[in-house]
């Protein structure tokens, strides 16, 4: 089969390499242990030619046997490559595992052994074209692993097939194989430029990671591949493995430094922000701010780091920290913090994380105090630390402390100066001199905490402390002359240079505050000389120049006896600085002549006064790196290290990332475009997580409407002023939001509001204003791109239906609630107090797995009167359904209640009182109002379980102790249904299954012709809550849903023969149902 | 990214290498040998070492370190992150990740290796999928391909990386389904001489073990999801729904996993279930120093406190300890001075006590201060 020559070659390369293997003792040993070869054939002369034989076998245990040692000894780091030729023919062989032995030693070889790896190549080009996708994909991997110049034109042939392959799995290894065939041969680059560009282009989750990681790697400058896909990957970044994610984020990071403005650019001064205490939510700083900030923020910038948040919560470290870097780098001042909370998470994870992890937040601190100091705590020193850690932990406490935390620091601090670890005791004893001369009111207390320290028994404490008050001393030359007194006299008994060094410089400095002591330390320091250390000597010949410039009259020739004794010292430097010193000090000694010039300058050359030290942490000059990189870590630039630009004063043309989309069910609203309010609330928002009101308000907020529909009132009133925020409000609904009259109780919200305005003061008005600002402030956070998600993949949509309904009820059956309560309230609070209709560990399996429930994409605005005021002397309560399913049962839609006094007294305790049992119908109260003043307004939730009719429920609304008013929530059909998500598919299998009674048809012609069938979708989905089915076909629309307490399918579709005639079709197992939801239906496109 | 991995014991041999791309020479852990001789304890060499050409990135895990190799710029925490995932699939491949093990399953070791990166990117980290590619070994299947000539690499080629669930695999089928939850919370705490607690964590995981067919889609909801107010989930969560309703919701992986781990910040009041009262005296007065050490126990809210164990590293100058206890055994090393008690179970009739004397070396200078006390 081979060249006899080949054959000579590789046995001669085979004695040879074997003859090598053998001196080294430590080898023998291992051999012994080495399962790979036992016993046997290792004092077997010829063991590979055993391996030969049995891989020439016809038998596969035989093989395998062989391929296991064969591995073995790669594993080891033997020489294994004489058996090449032996083990390349197998890669043929029929059986997996040998197979996959054979490409992991193929991959190891191939570049020592390039002829003999042709040989093989063959047989993966045949593998390319297996049906088998994993097939196709190991083989581009050994493939393309193969470093073999040759065959670059064959890999770079096999990329572009695997590129266009159907199956995505075959794609990631191909994007995977672009940077290697880059690193064989890097002329090849435009080419693979091409694919990256086609992959980079590519929508599965499993594609992107991979896709981005060759990006960075081949052709990190191209940033233009990356405009029409920033949308994309924000989007899909939640769905990408942990690896990817990193990558993208790294990437998004550099792209997002290149393409938006700077957000902190009109911002306050950093300094001044850091003074100021954070959680102190002065409005008119907060306020002035926003306004500051607010224009500057890109929609597109908003939604990278939208979609990056929810990765802090990831498991893995590494997504965490690559989140934080973003928003460090690229976020509002403002939003920055949110970061700080997941990072010290990280904290507890593993040796190394929490080293690589302490080393950001060290850097970060230095700019960024306020971000962590909530959480100084998580700081403090555990004995159980490794040093490195420790040393981290301190530097980090040192660069938090401010005056208010100080103390605690401090009394931490003084604890581990006790502890047993040299190199750390002398860190925190540097601490506390940080700490002293950062924060002018500690100072003093420092300063007499470390002078005790002098009397410490430990050499090396005493030592730390030395030098720390010689630098202090320095920040604060007013007098201390009982401290320098003290540390004159540990001159005898301090043995540590540096620590002597620094007392001797503090004597020549300050020695007029001394002037008795110190000639005496220079007499004792000239007798010992000869023994010091060369830091000594030096500091002592400065100390003798000093003194004789301020005393010559008893040092002069203590000064003479310390220069003439270094000028014979060993050491040069000690030899240049004498003679350098007695040229300027005893000039006579050379010329005979008067002082010279620079003599008579001196005093003044050496008794400057300098200036102190600023202690700063050695983190500061890390902000050149980007964060959590290993340049960052290692602080200097590593190989490889992609520069973060600097943020461009005029932002690139936005238009590059729009990306023409296919035409969508919904008209897609302008996502983003709400900037100004939403990061306006964005700061309020965040400010204070901690606070649970905050989160509460949260909570409620984001149930009382819908994501979809708060982004659309968003998007009308986005560019508007905030002032006249109502107004603007209101009408942009109108314009946005055509409101139907359903019921004839029920009126435009707009009618209400003015109502309102006639028959009451401002007050209430005032009252609807923050309503609506409170809403946008929560449409906010969850407004994320979830359209673009669920276009993307509709199939894979998680959006959970079940928000969680405001429990004020629960809530305040327990407390007693001030009578200033407002909407906003109620927390995840709710939770706990909520009783559960399973365990609360419960553990349930979906019904249909394929129908995924679906969040309204509309919620109605008609609200309709529940209680009117004549009829219950003042009071009027109002409900609008939010189609979020109540939290107490998903069973049950879930009303807002507005109340409203309009009368002149307080009302007290308004409650519901007898409720409906019978008929499967049920209530879920809401929360008890314990007073509402005259004018004032409140919200609540009701649950609702109707029970799949649409009979009006009865009950009854108790005011005090005495008023009892009957009333009836009327429904409509729209409303006891909820919207599911399922695919086309799914939908006509299911409708194929309510043929008959179960369907309802209608015609209907319009009274003015529509071009477009999918404008009648926000008709429809105003009357009914439905579910969009991605649709295939346009002259179809179809929707979802499900009856609220069965669950049975509720299935529409309307079909256009033209533009005028229409045929809806309602499929429902409920026959009632489904026919007045037709009736409905047909009633809103009528006109 | 990741160039190459080395695998080296305590003592310094390299037994095991893999490289993903070129072949880098194990003589660049040397510059590793040099930071871990100017280390005290292998826990003090630095994560990361820069060297002139390459940078290595080590961890340190069951008494062995892992060092990769990367040559060019790639965030830190990333191989960190990953090294640590590599031996928790070791682990969860044989049941524990030791030296002799890696040397016994060495092709099970490489094979799984190479699955992981691919030209140093990972590839396939989820275990589900690993195992559906490289079946774990045990015993009855060693047997089984001895007899049959089977290998333990799977015939049938697995579909789970394939699917939008890249964590399960999929035909998962049961007799018996069943789903267990662990919970598992650990306090840290430090507390002061006087017994104030300086400040107390708490850090809590969820650990699966989830035997269902099919595809289950669970939901786990808390009664009160508001203490969870720091949490990390496994990819497997959505994000989404726990954001909005504090609901867990959920498509398992098969088998063991950690579902979610959260932190309860220094912030909140943290009840620590045991106390200490001590009384520890290290002068040179007579027979030495004098230790009495009482453990109680304190908010336990009527559950008993289990496998206390109580270390104290002891300063230099202590020669050795002549205790007595009345519950459990003490142990105290007199190389690394390190003093430990296991107590085990807190009997609240009869608090655990240890007293006695501590032999110090003469003539050394009295002890400082008095040395910290780690409860676990």
């Keep these: 089969m081979y060249a006899p020559g080949v054959n000579s070659s590789t046995t001669l390369s085979s004695s040879s390499s074997y003859n090598n293997d053998r001196p080294p003792s430590a080898e023998a040993v291992e051999v012994a242990t080495d399962p790979a070869s036992g016993g046997f054939f290792n004092s077997d002369y010829k063991k590979h030619d055993d391996l030969k034989q049995m891989l020439d076998s016809n038998k596969d245990n035989l093989k395998l046997e062989a391929m296991k040692r064969i591995i073995g000894m790669v594993a080891k780091g033997r020489e294994a490559s004489d058996l090449f030729p032996a083990v390349v023919k197998n890669v043929v062989s029929k059986n997996i595992e040998v197979k996959k032995l054979v490409y992991v030693y193929l991959v190891r070889y191939a570049e020592e052994q390039q002829d003999l790896a042709l040989l093989s190549i063959s047989t993966f080009q045949r593998a390319l074209k297996d049906p088998n996708q994993l097939i196709r994909a190991s083989a581009l991997r050994v493939l393309s692993s193969i470093r073999v110049t040759m065959i670059v034109p064959i890999v770079m042939l096999a990329i572009k097939d695997a590129a266009a392959d159907m199956s995505p799995y075959v794609r990631k290894t191909a994007a995977h194989a672009i940077p290697k065939l880059y690193s064989l041969d890097q002329d090849q680059k435009e080419e693979l430029i091409q694919v990256l560009e086609k992959l980079l282009y590519d929508k599965t989750t499993l594609v992107v990671g991979s896709a981005v990681m060759a990006f960075e790697e081949v052709c990190p400058e191209r940033i233009d591949l990356i405009h029409k896909n920033f949308r994309k990957l924000c989007s899909l970044l939640v769905d990408v493995d942990e690896w990817g994610q990193v990558v993208i984020i790294n990437m998004l990071t550099r792209y997002a430094r290149s393409q938006f403005t700077d957000p902190n650019l009109q911002d306050v001064d950093e300094d001044e922000e850091s003074k100021r205490p954070f959680y102190e939510d002065e409005n008119e700083v907060e306020e002035e701010q926003q306004e500051k900030r607010a224009p500057t923020l890109d929609p597109d910038h908003r939604l990278l780091l939208r979609s990056a948040k929810p990765l802090l919560q990831s498991r893995n470290a590494a997504v965490v920290l690559s989140v934080a870097q973003l928003y460090h780098h690229t976020a509002p001042r403002s939003e920055v913090h949110q970061v700080a909370k997941a990072m010290i998470r990280l904290l507890r994870s593993h040796r190394e994380v929490q080293d690589i992890v302490l080393t950001s937040i060290a850097a970060t601190a230095t700019r960024r105090k306020v971000m962590f100091e909530p959480f100084l705590k998580s700081f403090f020193v555990r004995s159980s630390d490794a040093t490195h850690i420790k040393l981290l932990k301190l530097e980090i406490l040192t660069s938090l402390a401010t005056e208010s935390s100080v103390g605690i620091i401090l009394r931490e601090l003084q604890t581990y100066v006790a502890a047993h670890d040299p190199p750390f005791v002398a860190a925190a004893i540097q601490a506390i001199g940080r700490c002293a001369s950062n924060i002018k009111e500690v100072t003093d207390t420092c300063l007499n905490g470390l002078v005790s320290l002098l009397s410490n028994k430990d050499q090396a404490v005493v030592a730390e402390s030395v030098v720390v008050i010689k630098k202090l001393l320095q920040t604060q030359p007013s007098a201390h002359r009982e401290i320098i007194i003290q540390m004159a006299k540990l001159v005898d008994s301090v043995t540590v240079p540096q620590a002597r060094a620094s007392i ?301 309904k405001s429990n004020l009820d629960l809530l305040l059956d327990l407390d007693d609630v001030s009578p200033a309560f407002t909407p906003i309230m109620t927390p995840s609070l709710g939770g706990f107090l909520t009783p559960m209709s399973t365990p609360s560990s419960q553990v349930k399996t979906q019904l249909f797995p394929d129908i995924q429930p679906a969040s309204a994409v509309i919620s109605p605005n008609t609200t309709s009167e529940l209680l009117n005021k004549i009829n219950s002397n003042g009071l009027e309560i109002k409900y609008r359904f939010t189609r979020s399913p109540h939290l107490y049962s998903p069973s049950m839609a879930s009303a807002e209640l507005t109340f409203h006094n309009h009368g002149p007294d307080e009302l007290t305790d308004i409650r519901v009182g007898e409720k409906p049992t019978s008929g499967g119908v049920s209530i879920h109260d809401f929360a008890p109002i314990p007073s509402l003043s005259p004018g004032s307004s409140l919200m609540g939730t009701i649950g609702v379980d109707f029970a799949d009719s649409t009979q009006p429920v009865n009950f009854e609304i108790k005011i005090g102790s005495d008023r009892t008013y009957p009333v009836a929530l009327k429904v409509p059909v729209g409303e006891v249904i909820r919207a599911v998500a399922m695919s086309e598919e799914l939908f006509l299998k299911q409708q194929g299954g309510l043929r008959g009674m179960n369907e309802n048809t209608a015609k209907l012609s319009l009274t003015k012709p529509c071009t477009d069938l999918k404008s009648l979708t926000n008709k429809i989905l105003t009357v009914a809550n439905l579910g969009v089915i991605p649709n295939s076909d346009s002259s179809t629309l179809r929707f979802a849903a499900q009856t609220l307490s069965s669950k049975s399918t509720v299935l529409v579709s309307l079909l256009s023969s033209d533009n005028q005639n229409l045929t809806i079709t309602v499929n429902c197992e409920k026959m009632v149902i489904g026919s007045m939801l037709i009736t409905q239906l047909k009633a809103c496109l009528a006109d | 990214m990741i160039h190459s991995l080395f695998i080296i014991n305590p003592s310094g041999d390299v037994f095991m290498e893999k490289h993903w791309k070129s072949v880098i020479s194990r003589s660049v852990c040397d510059y590793f040998f040099d930071h871990q001789r100017k280390a005290s304890s292998p826990e003090d060499i630095p994560p990361v070492i820069a060297t002139p050409h390459h940078y290595l990135i080590s961890v340190y895990r069951s008494s062995m370190f892992f060092v990769a190799v990367c040559t060019t710029e790639v965030a830190p925490l990333f191989v960190v992150e990953f090294l640590h995932r590599v031996v928790d699939t070791f682990e969860d491949y044989f049941s524990e990740c030791t030296e002799s093990i890696i040397k016994e399953h060495y092709v099970v070791v490489y094979e799984l290796l190479d699955e992981m990166l691919d030209n140093g990117f990972p590839l396939a980290t989820e275990s589900n999928i690993l195992k559906e590619l490289i079946k774990p070994p045990n015993i009855l299947r060693t047997i089984a391909n001895t007899v049959t000539g089977k290998s333990n690499v799977s015939s049938t080629l697995p579909s789970g990386q394939l699917s939008n669930i890249p964590w399960r695999r999929t035909g998962v089928k049961y007799t018996n389904n069943e789903a267990y939850f662990d919970m598992i919370e650990e306090v840290d705490a430090i507390i002061d001489k006087s017994g104030s607690t300086v400040c107390a964590e708490i850090q809590g995981y969820i650990d699966c073990c989830i035997k269902l067919s099919g595809m289950p889609d669970l939901s786990l909801s808390f009664v009160n999801p508001r203490l969870f107010d720091d949490v990390s989930f496994h990819p497997c969560v959505r994000f989404k729904r726990w954001e909005s309703e504090r609901v867990l919701s959920f498509i398992p992986p098969d088998g063991n996993f950690r579902l979610m781990s959260y932190h309860i910040g220094s912030q909140s009041i943290v009840a620590i279930p045991v106390y200490v009262r001590h009384s520890l005296c290290l002068r040179e007065s007579g027979s030495g120093g004098r230790l009495d050490i009482t453990l109680g126990p304190k908010q336990t809210l009527g559950r008993t406190i289990e496998n206390v164990v109580l270390e104290i590293p002891m300063p230099k100058s202590v020669l050795n300890c002549g205790l007595v206890t009345n519950q459990g055994k003490y142990t105290f090393d007199p190389v690394s001075k390190l003093l430990v008690w296991e107590v085990g179970r807190i009997d609240v009739t009869k608090l655990p006590n240890i007293r006695g004397t501590i032999s110090l070396q003469s003539g050394s200078p009295p002890v400082e201060a008095n040395p910290s006390i780690n409860v676990s």
């Design chain 1, 504 to 804: 001797l410089w503090l004597l020549g400095e300050y020695s007029e505050r001394v002037p008795k002591i110190a000639p005496d330390v220079l007499r004792k320091m000239a007798k010992t000389f000869t023994s010091e250390e060369d830091i000594v000597k030096l500091q002592v010949m400065t100390l003798a120049v000093k003194l004789c410039l301020t005393n010559p009259k008893q040092t002069k020739l203590l000064c003479q006896y310390v220069l003439q004794l270094a000028k014979y010292d060993q050491n040069y430097d000690l030899r240049d600085r004498a003679r350098f010193l007695r040229h300027i000090i005893f000039p006579a000694d050379a010329e005979s002549g008067g002082p010279t010039r620079l003599s008579k300058q001196a005093k003044k050359i050496f008794l400057a006064p300098k200036p102190a030290p600023v202690p700063e942490s050695h983190f500061k000059d890390r902000e050149q790196f980007q964060l959590g990189s290993l340049s960052h870590y290692i602080n200097t630039k590593a190989n490889g290290y992609q520069e973060l630009p600097p943020f461009p004063l005029e932002a690139p043309d936005p238009k590059a990332r729009d990306v023409e989309t296919e035409p969508q069910v919904m008209e897609q609203a302008p996502l983003f475009t709400a900037k100004k309010v939403s990061s306006k609330k964005d700061s309020t928002f965040y400010s204070d997580t901690e606070s649970p009101e905050d989160e509460s308000e949260e909570d409620e907020n984001s149930s009382d409407e819908d994501d979809d529909d708060d982004e659309e009132e968003e998007a009308s009133s986005s560019d508007k002023d905030d002032d006249d925020n109502e107004d603007e409000e209101s009408s942009g609904l109108e314009e946005k939001l055509p409101i139907k009259v359903v019921k004839s109780t029920a009126k435009p919200k707009s009618d209400e509001e003015e109502e309102e305005d006639e028959s009451d003061e401002e007050d209430s008005s005032s009252e609807s204003v923050s309503d609506s600002d409170s809403e946008d402030e929560s449409s906010e956070p969850s407004s994320v791109p979830k359209k673009q998600v669920r276009n993307a993949k509709p199939a894979k949509e998680s959006t959970p239906v079940a928000k969680p």
